[in-house]
């Protein structure tokens, strides 16, 4: 049994804690989180006890570490994670700073101990149905892709203010599938942007609306578009243009049926939201990081992946600001 | 928490005893089966003790029973364990003898537990979104009511001989969602069914492919298709046609990838199998289980649904033979 | 060029006027019709002369002669056309009493002039591309054949009641579907059918709603259902399940938008009524016309196909009366 | 009747050659081409004289003279017809070069002639039930247009070379879909571009790929997304989000037809290239044409919005030369 800490014990750990403990080859230690109440909380559903991040971290008997706290402690406890010799799971992004990531990926190699970013949008059944097909040369060489990703309405203006803005908050994970499918990170982005949505969000100094453009080495292309809101639900599609052919990853419905009146033909709207959408992606995720862990081989999504997605967002907002396109190498 | 005791070890024993210890408010306490390894292998895996069926029933600390056992054990078991006060859902049919059955309902009422059939599929969210639009009156009143239902293959001949044929082995559960769909059962049924798929199905005397007619008091009619093989999957749908609009539910699939070549523009199959397709409808109908049980309701589904749906088979058994329809009440 | 004179000059008329005119190898000469308004109207549109029925017919420079006039007179007019040595194109149904169809089956027999019978479903892309991929093998063989037709409105009452009933006046398109599918006429009909859309065709001696389930010679079975209302639009499809796989002919759609709100995701309806879905059906219709007479072949759909079609239509008025399934051979 | 002459008898001719004889209130009178064995086959097909392009448009019978010849004699005929007081209805582009284009515009205004330009695809009816749901205010206020635009295949290099190149020859169209949605032009263009599928079309010196993205005065994005192949066929979509909803034009399909066997659910493709996806949006485009000749009211595209959508070509081209976002009023 693979014995886990997690760190963290808001939403989104919730939904990790869920994973752990169905994992038949995974037991949940311990949760820690800032507000005691949240690991209580947490700790009483799972079976699992609460302890410090410190407490959890010098534990020899815990073998693994779940990172789900706030973005600005990732790099932190990544570091101090690896260095007490825990295989680690982190959320995305890795940092807001991209500075600050590459220091941690530096920190985290010298400690040899294997990272693992929290992307789980590649172990959705539908993106990684894509990413075999492509692999499997059923439509010939990637030449085109195209990913949509629409939230359902926007977060509070509070949180966008902390949130690194939609490139690295949002964008980033498009950034993430845009590497998982083309196989390659680009050589420049090229990035569009407004506040439509909400001018508050304009007035915090984000965008709520996204269009960017990537060039790659041998001539392919991807484009990702982004708004924070689309009032039908969450919309996660991509498609990916090859010279034999298209594939296409089109949402899930809340259900099939299709009702037939004097108004049309109306059928559900996508599943609502990252928890339903992606709850079988973030079971997959753990999966993979378990079977990884205990072969010993490499994480399917690593720091790498991180620091990379990481810098494709920079690049974005660079520039957005300089109204040119930016090369990956110019932030490197 | 609600203390369980499972009857059976089988396939479809193990999808019940995982919704029993995924759900907050059951315990799993005890598990028997005919043959000792497999509630062995099953008590392994949930967690609970393996006993013997008497046991089981008899055990004062057991509140309900799951009864997931062979077919012709089913009444019998039934009217042991409501004689014990235990509340009881059984898979479903009741029985292949609707004599059995109906003489296992009086001795229900008598023992004056409740009791729930499990005909899951009233629990599939496609289904029920149907039917919550029909009571919504979202296409008015039914008029037509049309069930698609066919297995990806034939199941082995040996299993045939003993399932009581298609009507009450693969029928009963399209029987049941008739009743479901449309709030009342049919005066008559009329079958026609012959053996195509499978000549030795034809020599094991039973049907592989049949269509069932029926006709209800105030002119409704429904139609049942049934075939033991689509290589393409599991087809499991509905339309139901009213005053004011058209119902369906669609058959779900196993992603939402679309591949377009020259060969044309392709989609994934039907999720297979019951496991695949029902496996959500599994957890729904436990929940149901539970809840009705802990608010001392009625069950969603009781052992006169079952009954109602075994008529129907019997009825279909008969025009069948009689090659004429036959009406509900001359099986009563 | 083939000379074509044209019996009738309603709605149906003009369809076949439009086709007549369009084809680069054909010409419209003279329309004939009881109401001589309606004769003018038509020709002056289409640019040919009003004359009488039996001028048209006993005009030597004549080729080919089509009728759309009302149903009472299609027998009279094939024998008196094909007598005079015309090549007929005849609509649907060849008469409402399948004595009289019979007779003139004979009479054309006698004459030795072809006639086609206006099964213009048999031209739709979409069902012949079924039945293309049908006989390709693509499904291996046929088994369970499923027929949905359903009207968007039922007709007036008065015409109702001179109409032949459901099975002969709508019915009797999906009978040739099924004989087209299917390729040989089934062995016995069993019919089930209420009046629940508007009681007073129920008074009027009709049916409104209608499942009519056929047996094959070699166990296949084919089913249809009908109903003279779907608010939705006219409702167009037909699937057939195969030892390898199934075939689905779906509805067209007005267009292909899709608008995703908070309401739901919505499509276009399908393509009202027949004028519109069967267009393109019509003018392929007429070219296999041509084109089988111009090489002196076999029309694609005979007048023996037209009483089979009645046949069946007379099986399932005498299976609805007396309660039972009613073979063919019996209305022989 | 509306006396028309055709400039050219090419295959884009011959589509317009029916649609304007299938027209009740027009007449094709007279044809003329470069090639006169061109000139003669259409004028035997659809029953005209043949002429010199001079001869029809000083002929004061004709009253409009549609121009269907090749890219470089479109500003001089254009100019010539309207001296001559002929309507005119020009196929796109305006011109190849943008500065003649605004000289053509001069000199059209000073004729006080109206001019059509051919931009079909406005009235294909799936693109103008997205306009006419975003003008009635179905999903709120547009914000982001994606509009998705393959060939079935590269045209040959020898065509390639004097074609214009990909933004002038081919996103043409794609840039006037977005003022026709948008309502305005973008205020930058930024492109990004190469030649993957065809080596020998970068050598040419133009691309086979290409997205571009366009900014619009109040915060709304456009994305074109361009290739030269797409081997399923001829893939024509787009969608816009706004702030109440999605709208989407999908592909149309060679038939309803869906096949489900063990290789997965196949449905048919795209309708094959502009001719067969576009016949009833040239059809709509004749009659709007005359419905606002006879009205006397302004063409529903006017040689302005040709001119605009060659400006966004040109500044597309500098674009991808410059690596840089170039604004429209750059090109002016």
Redesign the interface.
């Known amino acids: 049994m693979l014995k886990v800490g997690l760190l963290g014990a808001g939403r989104i750990a919730a939904v990790h804690a869920k994973a752990i403990t169905a994992h038949p080859r995974t037991d949940l230690v311990a949760v820690s989180d800032v507000f005691t109440e949240s690991a209580e909380r947490l700790a009483a559903r799972f079976g699992c006890s609460v302890r410090s991040t410190a407490e959890i971290i010098a534990d020899p008997a815990i073998d693994a570490v779940l990172i789900a706290t706030s973005t600005d402690t990732h790099s932190d406890l990544i570091e101090q994670a690896t260095a007490a010799g825990k295989a680690v799971l982190c959320e995305k992004p890795v940092d807001l700073s991209l500075e600050r990531a590459r220091a941690c990926q530096k920190a985290v190699v010298a400690a040899g101990q294997p990272v693992m970013i929290g992307f789980n949008r590649r172990f959705d059944?539908?993106f990684s149905?894509?990413k075999s097909?492509l692999l499997n040369g059923?439509?010939g060489?990637a030449?085109?892709l195209?990913i949509?990703s629409?939230d359902p309405g926007p977060p509070p203006v509070a949180y966008i203010k902390v949130s690194g803005g939609l490139f690295r908050d949002m964008m980033i994970h498009d950034f993430d599938m845009a590497n998982f499918i083309m196989g390659e990170p680009p050589v420049s982005v090229?990035a569009?942007?407004?506040?439509?949505?909400d001018p508050e969000i304009g007035a915090a100094g984000d965008i709520d609306?996204?269009?960017v453009?990537m060039?790659y080495a041998?001539?392919?292309?991807a484009?990702i578009?982004n708004?924070r809101?689309?009032?039908?639900?969450y919309?996660q599609r991509l498609e990916i243009?090859g010279?034999?052919?298209?594939?296409?990853?089109?949402?899930?419905?809340?259900?099939?049926?299709?009702?037939?009146?004097?108004?049309?033909?109306?059928?559900?709207?996508p599943t609502y939201f990252f928890l339903e959408r992606y709850m079988s992606a973030y079971e997959a995720e753990w999966a993979a990081f378990v079977e990884a862990f205990e072969a010993n081989a490499t994480f399917p999504v690593t720091l790498a992946d991180g620091v990379a997605a990481l810098a494709m967002a920079e690049a974005a907002s660079q520039s957005l600001k300089l109204?040119?396109?930016v090369k990956i190498e110019e932030v490197a």
Do not use: C, H, W
Not at 218 to 221: D, L, P, V, Y
Not at 229 to 233: E, F, N, Q, T
Not at 248 to 269: H, I
């Open positions: 059944p539908n149905a894509v097909a059923e439509i060489k030449e085109l195209s949509t629409f090229s569009t942007g407004s506040s439509i949505v609306t996204a269009v453009t060039a041998n001539g392919q292309i484009v578009m708004s809101r689309a009032v039908y639900g919309d243009l010279s034999e052919g298209l594939l296409q990853a089109q949402n899930m419905l809340e259900n099939t049926m299709v009702k037939s009146t004097v108004a049309g033909v109306t059928a559900a709207k109204g040119r396109p």
